[in-house]
């Protein structure tokens, strides 16, 4: 049974930092392609950043390029989510996503994911 549990979450001022943490259990990790999305109260779900299998690459939003860093552990089965200078605009439940072989072609949509997690809130006062 596949399960992924983010954490890390919660309330920080603007200009804040936050590290989102993910755990995922049930699956090859080590070939598992890694996301983070993010759906704001009344948005629908958006692409945050991605990472290939073996961290050779990284992909971001504009949004949040140069603020945020994605990374991962593969010994310890984790995904990481560096987020630096928070702005009131990052405020959103973020969720952490999977993508096995056969892998997506398109890994900004959420459809290709084929694993998610429950998410982790993270609020950024201004």
């Known amino acids: 049974q596949v399960q992924i549990v983010e954490s890390g979450g919660g309330l920080v001022q603007a200009g804040g930092s936050l590290r989102l943490s993910c755990v995922a259990s049930g699956l090859t990790f080590s070939i598992s392609r890694m996301g983070w999305f993010r759906q704001a109260p009344g948005k629908e779900r958006e692409f945050v950043a991605r990472i290939s299998s073996i961290a050779v690459i990284t992909n971001y939003d504009d949004s949040v390029k140069g603020r945020f860093t994605i990374s991962r552990d593969n010994a310890k089965n984790t995904v990481y989510l560096q987020m630096n200078s928070l702005k009131p605009e990052d405020t959103a439940v973020y969720y952490c996503?999977?993508?096995?072989?056969?892998?997506?072609?398109?890994?900004?949509?959420?459809?290709?994911?084929?694993?998610w997690g429950q998410g982790t809130q993270v609020t950024v006062s201004s």
């Open positions: 996503a999977a993508d096995l072989p056969p892998y997506g072609g398109n890994w900004r949509d959420d459809a290709n994911y084929d694993y």
